[in-house]
């Protein structure tokens, strides 16, 4: 149950980032792209990281350092230490420029995104605040073929059958970072609110 209740919000907001704004293949027909992944280890991004590799992408991940080893098991082909100077740059090891941002954490800024991204690569933030907000706006204004795109999850039938079957095929692993009783919800939330979780916190009833 636990398992399940990290799927809808947190697997479908990166599956839907990813097709729907980022035009990623999840079944490997399309033309690979290379994905950057912010704040991988997170409920999102461990989705984020798993659904890109499905299509075949080249995956560059930034997590903390006792992470690494966890983001690259998800199956990341490069993974950035995001307090080091590459990370902060968010540098792909191999130099690639990305096609797709999957932009999970908060305070980076475009100028940062900017220099990292192709002719036409796209940021979907999915933790938008005004400064994000602003961009989109200056983007759409000035007809730049680069993009930041706020993001928010749209809960759909279908998306969620398609995660659930690729839990079933083993396809896609759900990670629990903890579990808490409906008691102790406000400790849920201040660990989430804290954001060093790896994977999803979820509360039981």
């Known amino acids: 149950a636990a398992e399940a209740a990290s ?51 080249h995956v560059t991940a930034t997590c903390g350092a006792r992470n690494i080893e966890f983001v690259k098991g998800l199956g990341a082909d490069e993974v950035l230490d995001y307090k080091t100077p590459e990370g902060v740059a968010l540098k792909s090891p191999s130099g690639r420029k990305y096609d797709v941002v999957i932009n999970c954490t908060t305070g980076i800024p ?11 690569g796209v940021v979907v933030d999915l933790t938008p605040g005004p400064s994000s907000l602003l ?31 690729l839990v079933k095929e083993g396809k896609l692993k759900t990670i629990i970072d903890s579990k808490f009783p409906l008691s102790k919800a406000e400790d849920a939330w201040a660990k989430s609110i804290d ?11």
């Not at 475009?110 to 036409?120: G, R, Y």
């Not at 007809?143 to 059958?161: A, H, T």
Request: no cysteine; glycine share 12%.
């Open 195 to 205: 954001g060093h979780a790896t994977g999803k916190i979820i509360v039981e009833q």
């Open 135 to 165: 961009t989109f706006v200056l983007k759409k204004v000035t007809f730049s073929k680069k993009r930041l795109v706020p993001f928010f999850v749209n809960v759909k039938r279908e998306g969620l059958e398609h995660l659930t079957q």
């Open 7 to 57: 799927l809808p919000i947190a697997g479908l907001t990166a599956r839907d980032a990813l097709t729907e704004i980022g035009g990623v293949k999840l079944d490997g027909t399309g033309e690979p792209k290379n994905v950057l992944v912010t704040a991988a280890s997170g409920g999102v991004g461990v989705f984020a990281v798993q659904l890109a590799k499905l299509g075949n992408n």
């Open 110 to 120: 475009w100028s940062t995104f900017d220099t990292n991204l192709t002719e036409k």
